[in-house]
């Protein structure tokens, strides 16, 4: 599976979007870009994932570029309840999913 | 929302005994993982399982560790003798393919393993 890039870490003020981005520039036609994160340390739990279109569901939204090579998680209106460590993972069906550091969102009242 | 679910939450055991941790993953889901996670460190993947055999592992899942579906609901991790090193959070997953498509997995909220 193709590797990700994520920031360490990133600040957000209660109540605004955080925009968490992630390079993946190494992804291949079949594989998808799938979003998780882990509040403190609970299981990981899953956000949102994509192919090609951008995808929204109730918690996020996930932008990918034309050319796959990144994408972007979007928290709306991020709350307290938003910190926690989110993973980007690339993955084609069926393969096991590699976590990564991924990026510690802190948000900030 | 159907849920994975781990017991116990917390285990405290001695070096040298065996542990047995155990999960009931989602009712009608086909696939079952274990992870691990040492404390600070990355969520490492330990075993997959399908169709009552063990279709991956990792270089961690050496011959102390054994997993088996003992019944149609429970999916169990056994640790043989059990060693410092083996003081993680452990993570039972479990999905279920749709439509030739795989959706990811739906993680239980862990074991915490403590080895004294």
């Known amino acids: 599976d193709a590797k990700t890039t994520q920031p360490t870490s990133m600040d957000c003020a209660e109540g605004r979007a955080a925009n968490l981005p992630c390079n993946h520039s190494?992804?291949?036609?079949?594989?998808?870009v799938y979003w998780y994160r882990q509040i403190h340390s609970q299981g990981p739990q899953y956000i949102i994932h994509?192919?090609?279109n951008n995808e929204t569901n109730e918690m996020a939204s996930l932008i990918i570029t034309e050319d796959r090579k990144s994408s972007t998680l979007i928290l709306p209106h991020a709350t307290l309840r938003d910190t926690a460590v989110y993973y980007c993972?690339?993955?084609?069906?069926?393969?096991?999913?590699?976590f990564g550091s991924g990026t510690k969102l802190n948000v900030k009242p | 929302e159907p849920e994975v679910t781990q017991t116990p939450s917390h285990q405290v055991t001695q070096m040298g005994q065996e542990v047995i941790l155990r999960c009931v993953p989602i009712?009608?889901?086909?696939?079952f993982y274990w992870y691990r996670q040492i404390l600070g460190q990355k969520v490492e993947f330990l075993v997959s399982?399908?169709?009552?055999?063990?279709?991956?592992k990792s270089e961690i899942f050496d011959d102390q560790f054994s997993v088996e579906r003992p019944d149609g609901s429970n999916f169990t991790l056994k640790i043989r003798s059990t060693k410092l090193e083996d003081s993680a959070m452990y993570f039972c997953?479990?999905?279920?393919?749709?439509?030739?498509?795989?959706?990811?997995?739906?993680f239980g909220s862990g074991t915490r393993l403590t080895v004294v």
């Open positions: 399982f399908y169709n009552n055999e063990i279709s991956e």
């Open positions: 997953a479990s999905s279920q393919p749709r439509g030739g498509a795989d959706y990811g997995y739906t």
């Open positions: 190494t992804i291949s036609g079949n594989e998808y």
């Open positions: 993972i690339v993955r084609s069906n069926f393969n096991k999913f590699y």
């Open positions: 994509g192919l090609k």
């Open positions: 009712s009608n889901h086909l696939y």
